[in-house]
Nanobody, 121 residues
Framework: QVQLVESGGGLVQAGGSLRLSCAAS????????MGWFRQAPGKEREFVAA????????TYADSVKGRFTVSRDNAKNTMYLQMSSLKPDDTAVYYC??????????????WGQGTQVTVSS
């Protein structure tokens, strides 16, 4: 069993930066692919980024590539999402996930409750 808690969301102006954190409790954190998804109002939840168990491989949605960076610290059971050059379209609830990976929600078993990111224009 893995429990995930996101933090770091908030209100930021367009062009600004935020860093989200995802703290995991439970065993085998370092065995899971970790991911970030987001859901904007009135839209379906979408893939943002994922990172392999070792941290050596990362994957990004085209919409955030070059602006967002996912990383993890297995010693601290924590994953991060550094977001830069934020746009109003990035406004969403951001969810931390753990599972076997991929760009589909079906690849992830554990989910956090989400943290709100709002980007003002």
């Amino acid at each position: 069993q893995v429990q995930l808690v996101e933090s770091g969301g908030g209100l930021v102006q367009a062009g600004g930066s935020l860093r989200l954190s995802c703290a995991a409790s439970g065993r085998f954190f370092s065995s899971y692919v970790m991911g970030w998804f987001r859901q904007a109002p009135g839209k379906e939840r979408e893939f943002v980024a994922a990172i392999s168990p070792s941290g050596g491989t990362t994957t990004y949605a085209d919409s955030v590539k070059g602006r967002f960076t996912v990383s993890r610290d297995n010693a601290k059971n924590t994953m991060y999402l550094q977001m830069s050059s934020l746009k109003p379209d990035d406004t969403a609830v951001y969810y931390c996930t753990a599972g076997i990976g991929g760009r589909s929600e079906t690849g992830y078993r554990y989910w956090g409750q989400g943290t709100q990111v709002t980007v003002s224009s």
